[in-house]
């Protein structure tokens, strides 16, 4: 990944992958016809998909799409946003597409034709646009998936600490057999596979973005050891913490 802000033309060719960051494609002319996580929608203009880490996704323009595609570097980026982080990962966390508000159009448009090329416009001007756009989009949520949502945040800053189920529902007032149909509903995944799958999303990510030791980052993200980490991780990624490492100086 290189600039956090890019322009793209989407043509009749089909684009079809996952990546190890956010994604957010912002429709600025034609239509882009979009597969996320199996689900179809077109993305045209004033109207964003967001492609959460690890996301399988599709597309293409038969007739030629031109959009602006924010790359979000990674979790401490998120972190500079202040009140904003926990709203920017909620939206951030469901693969969507979303409807902008009119009052956002303007900056977009601003953005495509002048902060591009910039990387320091680029970074301020994204921040602006996510920060508008998580509270905007969070408010709509329903109060029923507020506590779900929460709690991922709650998962999030405490990856380094022990977590069972019985402690995530108390979290939110549901029993553990309803907060596991929750999860398996919202997520695909059990609490405890959606837990491990971020520890090491967040594991690899220190790994690729600062020189921690192997050691203090698998501490980080709640392994007991560096072997198990270790093990972990080539399990999931097939990768040694070195091999990640370079990866992530090689991007």
Same mark, same amino acid.
């Given at each position: 990944m290189s600039a956090i802000l890019s322009l793209r033309r989407y043509k009749h060719d089909v684009i079809a992958h996952s990546h190890?960051? *956010?994604q957010l494609v912002f429709g600025l002319r034609g239509r882009l016809d979009m597969?996320? !996580?199996?689900?179809?929608?077109? *993305?045209? +203009?004033?109207? *964003? !998909? *967001?492609?959460?880490? /690890? /996301?399988?996704? !599709?597309c293409g323009s038969p007739a030629g799409s031109d959009c602006l595609v924010l790359d979000i570097p990674d979790d401490a980026w998120l972190e500079r946003l202040g009140a904003a982080t926990e709203p920017s990962r909620r939206l951030l966390e469901r693969p969507a597409v979303?409807?902008? !508000?009119?009052? +956002? +159009?303007p900056l977009l448009d601003w953005l495509a034709r002048s902060a591009v090329g910039d990387p320091l416009l680029a970074s301020q001007g994204a921040a602006l646009l996510l920060t508008l756009l998580a509270n905007e989009i969070s408010s709509q949520i329903p109060d029923s998936e507020q506590p779900l949502l929460q709690l991922f945040g709650f998962i999030d800053r405490h990856l380094a600490h022990p977590l069972q189920v019985t402690d995530l529902a108390r979290q939110i007032g549901l029993s553990p057999s309803r907060l596991h149909a929750r999860f398996l509903a919202e997520t695909g995944s059990t609490p405890m596979a959606f837990i491990r799958q971020r520890r090491l999303q967040r594991g690899r990510q220190l790994l690729q973005t600062t020189r921690l030791p192997v050691g203090e980052i698998a501490a980080r993200v709640g392994y007991a050891s560096q072997s198990a980490f270790t093990a972990a991780l080539a399990r999931a990624f097939g990768d040694t913490p070195r091999a990640l490492r370079r990866e992530g100086r090689d991007k």
């Open positions: 190890d960051h *956010v597969e996320i !996580a199996g689900r179809g929608n077109p *993305v045209m +203009q004033q109207m *964003v !998909a *967001v492609i959460p880490q /690890t /996301t399988h996704h !599709a979303h409807c902008l !508000a009119p009052s +956002q +159009q």
